[in-house]
């Protein structure tokens, strides 16, 4: 079985354009979450949500960010016009059910230069 | 607001030392506590969940406890690939409008010597 699969790893983006990160749950996972880990910082909550549906977005910053995750295909988290203080490790995970472990996929550590 | 504290923020053992790692937490009402594993470049791996104050659970050399105000993962005769970062969190009961998010601490970076 496949793990949760991320990509890209590494990316990089100037300041003002739009990044894009997708996440493929676990096979049979429909609970996706999106951390972001800043260096020296621990994982911070953005958003949970199941298909089609955000169930909660609070760790979410209000603007430029988005997430969506359809019907068919992998989640994505959008960052629009990104400055310099988006640059870190954001970590999808998924889950079988609302609570429990989840399974981390490995991450896309965003550079904005 | 939940809240997760790890001490030490490091640890350097030498091989075969036996130590322990904190967490302390204060949640809401708490629904698990949970241990991982994350080394450099990758994501965190799971190793345990708990419940309730009194249990405890086991992973070839290490063992998680848990009070109702703290966390210990003890670490028996580690190996230099017990080298990483672990970090622990909890996950407290859905509050209306809420979800049950995990909460994590910075992690314990442990270090095992050869």
């Known amino acids: 079985n496949a793990g949760v699969m991320q990509n890209p790893r590494h990316l990089v983006r100037r300041r003002g354009q739009e990044a894009r990160l997708r996440c493929s749950p676990v096979k049979g996972h429909s609970h996706v979450y999106w951390y972001r880990q800043l260096p020296e910082e621990g994982l911070k909550f953005m958003v949970y949500?199941?298909?089609?549906?955000?169930?909660?977005e609070s760790g979410m910053p209000k603007e430029r960010f988005s997430a969506e995750f359809p019907k068919e295909g992998p989640s994505i988290l959008r960052i629009q016009q990104v400055v310099r203080g988006d640059s870190a490790a954001y970590f999808c995970?998924?889950?079988?059910?609302?609570?429990?472990?989840?399974?981390f996929g490995s991450g896309t550590r965003l550079t904005v230069v | 607001e939940d809240q997760v504290t790890q001490s030490p923020e490091a640890l350097r053992l030498q091989e075969g030392e036996s130590s322990s790692l904190n967490c302390s937490y204060t949640?809401?009402?708490?629904?698990?506590l949970f241990w991982y594993r994350q080394d450099p470049g990758k994501g965190p791996e799971f190793l345990f969940t708990?419940?309730?104050a009194g249990e405890e659970k086991e992973k070839e050399r290490l063992k998680a406890t848990l009070t109702k105000k703290e966390s210990f993962l003890h670490i028996t005769a580690p190996k230099p690939e017990d080298s990483a970062t672990y970090l622990c969190?909890?996950?407290?009961?859905?509050?209306?409008?809420?979800?049950?998010?995990?909460?994590f601490g910075k992690g314990t970076k442990l270090t095992v010597n050869p």
């Open positions: 969190a909890v996950q407290a009961w859905r509050t209306q409008g809420g979800s049950e998010k995990l909460v």
């Open positions: 995970a998924s889950s079988p059910l609302e609570s429990g472990g989840y399974t």
């Open positions: 949640v809401s009402g708490l629904r698990g």
């Open positions: 708990l419940y309730s």
């Open positions: 949500l199941q298909k089609e549906n955000i169930i909660d």
